[in-house]
């Protein structure tokens, strides 16, 4: 295999690996894992892991079938039971955005996540745009561990 091609691999590879961590709630190996992913893979390839778990995310909500244009995601706030909840963190509203503007296929919306998510601070002590990225993870392992595939296309009784 070409160099090219391992580069483009690791990060899928190392999402995937913090993906099925996050949905272990192992959130140890979350963080090694990330932590791999930030030192060992550029913008591009950290973009990558983010379009793979917006990608992961839209495909349970929608059951796997292609589901592009508008797509609404709420923040759900899973210790209250409540919806759009106005003390939602702000790395949770960021993830929000985030996929919804994956599932919408809007990419000036995206990029302008991504651009905020870039702007935050990195470094100790406070780590705020890993705080930002495992928010994403986050969501995206309660959601699948909590709600049934193709949950978005049902219709409220």
Not at 21 to 42: F, G, I, P, Q, S
């Amino acid at each position: 295999m070409s160099a090219v091609t391992d580069e483009h691999r690791k990060p899928i590879r190392l999402a995937t690996e913090a993906y099925h961590a996050a949905l272990a709630k192992d959130w140890k190996k979350v963080e090694r894992v990330l932590n791999r992913l930030t030192r060992e893979c550029d913008s591009e390839g950290i973009a990558s892991a983010l379009i793979a778990w917006c990608d992961t995310f839209i495909a349970h909500a929608s059951g796997g079938g292609e589901h592009r244009g508008r797509f609404r995601i709420v923040p759900w706030a899973v210790e209250t039971g409540k919806l759009d909840a106005p003390d939602t963190p702000a790395s949770t509203r960021w993830a929000t955005r985030l996929l919804a503007a994956r599932g919408a296929m809007d990419l000036d919306a995206f990029q302008a996540a991504l651009a905020e998510l870039n702007a935050l601070p990195d470094g100790p002590p406070d780590f705020e745009r890993g705080r930002y990225v495992a928010a994403l993870l986050e969501s995206l392992a309660l959601t699948v561990n909590a709600l049934p595939q193709g949950y978005g296309k049902t219709v409220p009784p």
